[in-house]
């Protein structure tokens, strides 16, 4: 070997692992996470959102079955460059076809060819780290490439979307903002139909108020649920309300209820009654109703859109106890933009004192800013396939099977059949599949909670809030994690860490129950509660990471992880497939306590698990 070809294949972990886990984790977080703060922009439901992403899992789920093809074909190092290059392609296409009229049919097309090249990606990148560290220096980076790769689930939830949110303010109309006060003299509230409203036409384009000040009387007035009626009917008929965007495919039911179906009447309906019980909800309610007073904000566009507007109100500042129910996203459009849209205020009925509330409505071009961010990400992948090229250390155990001479169809199935004779495995496949259990379901109801108006059971944060939350507060506790979870098992090894990272893992998922509850105004509790847990899953997740390390040691050690990888993709998937569905039923609340209770089945795995207590100290090399 020569010097040149020595000082590649030990090549410093540091020029390479932490870019690599980095842009191994980037992908993944897009396809699973920062697509749901997207389409949750674009007007989809969370049941959609939870549904349709969740199954964007499944190529992670089943990438053992084509994992042996990268053994067969060139190295792991090419395969690594290549799907870099493929994957910034399908960052393109999603780009691309966003601000199409079928886009999430298309984008969810192109979301697809990225998580397969993504989880090829994968099955290339941690057999080349298997291949490129010896033991202790897999135990010593498994910190550093985690914590990289959670880092990257930051940028995506973090920078990318606060990238997001300031082209999507900074490209739409003047901010919208009305004061809404109570009284306790006034009788009843003031209606006026909108066809009597003066609308002037301006000669520049912006969202007017027919007034900016709303006085609501703290007495129920008799026609309140009347007027209630006509307002959502008016929004609806002349589309400033616009239903959940669904699935192109799906068939919308415009007549009478039809006759469910078998597996509905078995399964759903009495699961649905059963959660629904023990939740305390009699009914499905999104949005928090009170039977309150209310009153009446007026919204209309000044010029004709030369595209759609979407306007997304909420409150901003003032008593909770005064509520916006109807018109928390308002759509102008060619056909309506000449009438008003009806905003409807609620009090809650205990409120009997003079209080106020201020609101205010942002629009923006969210096909744009969603557009801009996936060519960033297209560029970002371009850059990273250039320089791993030149980066990558060529160790000598990396070659393709065709180099060895040995029969592929022979190794792929030697190769499952020796995983599936491990020892306990049982057990080891239970812990790959519960220990994120709970993990699994907030991680898809986390943003669109934060995102979700206070009428709706969220914090109604704003898309850049969100990205700063996890871009900031959120990495910097996540790397402390990561780090120390990272050097305490390489130090003491795995088993003497695995139940103060299991603690760790899932205790910190009380923090969004805590914030369902209280709903605080304080940014700065929202930042302080995502950083206990994002610590906490820094530092718990070191523990995942190392016992699939363990599960592979021997043979076929690649194509093992690969498989560990599949069932934890697994684990993810299904229990991340409902979630949406029992936060429709329960709300957010109620969904967080479950998620608690959801936590049990990885602490009773953990404690029947069998680990090798050297495993991961340096004396076991």
Known sequence: MSKSQESQSKRNPWAWVPSLYFVEGLPYVVVMTVSVIMYKRLGLSNTDIALYTSWLYLPWVIKPLWSPIVDLLKTKRWWIITMQLLIGGGFAGV?????????????????????FSSATHDIAADGFYIHALDTH???????????????????GQGLLIILAGFIET?????????????????????FIHPDSLQLPTLTSQEIQLAKSEILIPTQVSANTDSLMRFAKSWNAENGFVVADVTHPNTTVQTAGPSEPSLWQKIVVLPLEKGIKAIAGKEEIAVIKKQPGNIGFVYLHLTQEPTETVVLNLG??????SISLVEGTRITFTKDNWQKAAIGVIQLDPKLKKISSATFNGTSGNIPFSWSITFFILTGIFVLASAYHKFSLPRPSTDKSISETGRSVLADFFATFGAFFKKKDIGLILSFLLLYRFAEAQ?????????LDAQEAGGLALTTGE??????TVGILALTVGGLLGGFLAAKDGLKKWLWPMVIAMNFPNIAYWLLSVYTPESFVMVNLAVAFEQFGYGFGFTAYMLY???????EHQTAHYAICTGFMALGMMLPGMISGWIQSLVGYENFFIWVLIATIPAFWVSKLIKVDPNYGKKEAE
């Open 95 to 115: 780009a691309l076809t966003i601000p199409m009229d079928s886009f999430f049919q298309y984008s969810l097309a192109f979301l697809w060819l990225l998580a």
């Open 170 to 190: 900074s490209t739409g109309l003047k901010e919208v903002n009305f004061t809404v006060s109570t009284s306790t003299e006034l009788a009843e509230q003031v």
């Open 137 to 155: 220096n897999q135990a010593w980076f498994v910190g550093i490439r985690s914590t990289f790769y959670r880092m990257a689930m930051i940028t």
């Open 442 to 450: 907030i991680v898809k109801l986390a943003s669109p909670f934060l």
């Open 548 to 554: 699939m390390l363990y599960v592979a040691q021997g």
């Open 315 to 320: 409150r901003s500042d003032g008593d909770n």
């Open 466 to 471: 969100v990205g700063f939350v996890y871009g």
